[in-house]
């Protein structure tokens, strides 16, 4: 099974501020089967960038992702009031795993 | 609009049993690959378990393996979870989710559902 290290734990920042979410994996995660989701409390989760780096359908271009093999990151340039929320990674390959989550909290 | 609507949960005693629903309606549910995913209270997302799209192949996690099994009805729209041996550490929402392509069970979840809260508890 494949661990995903979120970190930090607790992001806490400004809106207007620059957001950097990393997700570490225990081996590589193959063909970049690599997920970044958002989820607001009472919410499901939803989809924000899938395959490391293409953004899902609908979402802002202020979220970007970057990565392979084992270190990848969710980037949002600038935070919107909206943007503060709970963030897991995931690896979709074949035992699917996902990351512990990285809270962003207004400052 | 694709939409995802589970039912079936409630509370159940330990070693009881409990069947989750998942009604789809919006795309071609036949075309995909489904999943479930649960949420313990206070938690973070855990990976349960998935199904092709004409059902001939499944997946389980190892914390479920054994104990849970997952079906479809295509001719329903429709998803299921049938849980038995429940134990307390079942207790969570459990999500219906869809993956994002045609055919790819190995994908990722582009559609989720409201979640149907599952309590096991005496």
């Known amino acids: 099974e494949i661990v995903l290290t979120q970190s930090p734990g607790t992001l806490s920042l400004s809106p207007g501020e620059r957001a950097t979410l990393s997700c570490r994996a225990s081996?590589?995660?193959?063909?970049?089967?690599l997920a970044w989701y958002q989820q607001k409390p009472g919410q499901a989760p939803r989809l924000l960038i899938y395959g490391a780096s293409s953004r899902a359908t609908g979402i802002p271009d202020r979220f970007s992702g970057s990565g392979s093999g084992t270190d990848f990151t969710l980037t949002i340039s600038r935070l919107e009031p909206e943007d503060f929320a709970v963030y897991y990674c995931?690896?979709?390959?074949?035992?699917?795993?996902f990351g512990q989550g990285t809270k962003v909290e207004i400052k | 609009e694709v939409q995802l609507v589970e039912s079936g949960g409630g509370l159940v005693q330990p070693g009881g049993s409990l069947r989750l629903s998942c009604s789809a309606s919006?795309?071609?549910?036949?075309?995909?690959?489904m999943h479930w995913v649960r949420q313990a209270p206070g938690k973070g997302l855990e990976y349960v378990s998935a199904?092709?799209?004409?059902?001939?192949?499944?997946y389980y996690a190892d914390s479920v393996k054994g104990r849970f099994t997952i079906s479809r009805d295509n001719s329903k729209n429709t998803l299921y979870l049938q849980m038995s041996s429940l134990r307390a550490e079942d207790t969570a929402v459990y999500y219906c989710?869809?993956?994002?392509?045609?055919?790819?069970?190995?994908?990722?979840?582009?559609?989720w559902g409201q979640g149907t809260m599952v309590t096991v508890s005496s």
């Open positions: 081996q590589s995660v193959s063909s970049s089967y």
């Open positions: 995931q690896q979709y390959g074949s035992s699917p795993t």
């Open positions: 199904i092709s799209s004409n059902g001939g192949s499944t």
């Open positions: 989710v869809k993956t994002r392509r045609v055919g790819a069970v190995h994908d990722a979840f582009d559609i």
């Open positions: 919006g795309f071609t549910f036949s075309s995909y690959a």
